[in-house]
């Protein structure tokens, strides 16, 4: 992986974060936090989507919804765990 796409993966991530944290208000783990779960999120549905045969298209902003849709995912399920 060369160092522009993982910089281009870290922004993507960044903004998939903040978005979440909006989509999922209440249930976020503030800015820095959903940061960090952007990050990880977009990692995820980077892995996982293409797998299921879920695409959204090519692009920047193809890539950021991806990723937000990863997030928001993410965010519910550590919600879930965080009740239990």
Do not use: D, Y
């Not at 208000?25 to 989507?49: Q, T, Y």
């Amino acid at each position: 992986m060369q160092f522009e796409s993982l910089f281009v993966m870290l922004i993507v991530g960044i903004l998939a974060g903040w978005l979440s944290g909006r989509i999922m208000a209440g249930r976020g783990f503030g800015l820095i936090g959903n940061i960090i779960v952007g990050i990880v999120g977009a990692f995820l549905a980077g892995l996982i989507f293409p797998a299921l045969g879920f695409a959204v298209g090519g692009g920047f902003i193809a890539s950021v919804i991806h990723a937000t849709i990863g997030a928001v995912i993410l965010l519910f399920l550590i919600g879930l765990v965080r009740k239990a």
